[in-house]
């Protein structure tokens, strides 16, 4: 069986730090990750710091965004095991051809950047659909959105019908 953990809410650190404990606590030894809204790096540093990770991929759509997660992952010597791709991440079958341990989506826009580049949910769609297909039997995927800007609002009200659809014989999720 597959888990799906859902969150929605404006408590972003809080949020996250479930998301963390969540991963940690199903962490898998040589597990492939996958932060697939990269953003400032933390959630692709934290996946780099679990122990013993093979991989962890992270996507992210903006330079600026991948070069300062590459900065953060240096200074804290995570980045031997990180490939950081400038793409979308309803691409990640292109770069991806392990099944996952592990994923994260952080929706929304770059903390501190321009909230006009922001996650939209008709490619969020694809690439939520992807990441299940990737994950092996066990893997986790996390999906944190912030409904309070107007895309965020779009892709909480349609995640939040979608994981109550999903067969319940091979997934598990939380909202």
């Known amino acids: 069986m597959k888990k799906m953990y859902h969150y929605i809410g404006d408590d972003m650190k809080r949020i996250v730090e479930i998301a963390h404990d969540i991963l940690q606590t199903k962490a898998k030894p040589n ?18 710091g679990l122990k013993d990770v093979k991989k962890v991929y992270a996507f992210d759509i903006q330079k600026e965004a991948l070069q300062q ?23 990640m079958e292109l770069y991806i051809k392990e099944a996952l341990s592990g994923a994260i989506f952080n929706f929304g826009y770059l ?32 999906l944190v959105i912030y409904p309070g800007h107007d ?19 091979y997934y598990a999720t939380v909202s």
């Open 69 to 91: 997660s590459a900065i953060r992952l240096q200074k804290m010597k995570l980045d031997q095991h990180c490939e950081l791709i400038h793409d979308g991440h309803e691409h």
């Open 31 to 48: 597990g492939v990750y996958a932060d697939l809204t990269c953003g400032n790096g933390y959630d692709t540093c934290f996946l780099a």
């Open 151 to 169: 895309e965020g609002k779009k892709e909480s009200a349609y995640f939040s019908t979608w994981v109550k659809e999903l067969d319940s014989h």
């Open 111 to 142: 903390p501190h950047g321009s909230t006009e580049i922001t996650t939209k949910l008709e490619t969020s769609m694809q690439a939520v659909e992807k990441a299940l297909k990737l994950l092996e039997k066990h893997g986790i995927l996390i």
